[in-house]
């Protein structure tokens, strides 16, 4: 009896620091530092930030209070932040309320863009048919490689092999094509996983449009596929 009261008031202490995390990244209180993104600000705590990112740490070193991000992406920034504070981000949903500036930023793109159809990169607002997932789970890979947050690499490589796994045969060449177009040139995790998948289902792919032409926009595939397969002695 005594271990299952420890082990409720554990789970509603858990709650209690993640209520407050919440309400710290949504309210800003006690911030000590800003972030920007796309024109939007976040105002966020650099005990939280620093301690689990080496960019930010540098950042603050350099006495730097406000960071600003123009070349990111504001929804895959926001995930990135999220997961600072939370342990987890939303593929498809988002704690911080960023539904004005996405308008704006849309109706910008719109603007610009007027007369003819562009499709940008996923987390931009305009996404490439088909789901949206993999592709932001590669997005906060991507964010988590280049701010230094190796916890969030794990969790967003293994969320994107989950995904895999649940579609099985229905990752397209599309998908495949955009996670190599922003892989980091001397990144490993991401790449066993896409490898992976690519050998484990390289008889359906072979028959999807566009897979010979990821091919040959990225040579070093074929052999590393070759590879993997005898190994597992399937040639």
């Known amino acids: ?12 202490s858990g709650s209690l620091v993640l209520e407050n995390m919440k309400n710290l990244f ?39 209070k406000t960071v600003d991000l123009p070349e990111d992406d504001l929804e895959t920034i926001e995930r990135v932040l999220s997961f600072l504070y939370f342990n987890y981000y ?13 308008i704006s930023l849309r109706l910008r793109n719109l ?30 890979y ?31 060449p599309e998908i495949l094509t955009y996670a190599f177009s922003i892989l ?3 990144d490993s995790q991401l790449r066993y996983i896409l490898i992976n998948y690519i050998t484990k289902y390289l008889g359906t792919l072979v028959e999807k449009e566009g897979f010979s032409g990821f091919l040959e926009a990225y040579p070093s595939i074929a052999p590393a596929v070759f590879v993997r397969l005898k190994r597992e002695q399937k040639l």
């Open 1 to 12: 009896m005594a271990e299952s009261a420890g082990a409720t008031t554990f789970e509603s």
């Open 26 to 64: 949504l309210t800003g209180k006690y911030a000590d530092m800003k972030v920007t993104c796309q024109g939007f600000t976040f105002n966020v705590h650099r005990a939280i930030l620093c301690s689990q990112s080496t960019f930010f740490d540098a950042t603050v070193n350099r006495n730097f």
């Open 142 to 172: 991507a964010a988590a490689n280049k701010y230094g947050i190796p916890t969030l690499k794990d969790s967003a490589a293994e969320r994107l092999d989950y995904w895999f796994d649940k579609v099985s045969q229905g990752v397209t």
């Open 90 to 102: 939303d593929e498809l949903n988002h704690v911080m309320d960023l539904h004005t500036q996405l």
């Open 111 to 140: 603007a610009r863009n007027m007369g003819r159809i562009v499709f940008e990169k996923p987390g931009s607002g305009l996404h490439p048919p088909g789901t949206i997932e993999p592709y932001i789970h590669i997005q906060v």
């Open 184 to 186: 980091p040139a001397d």
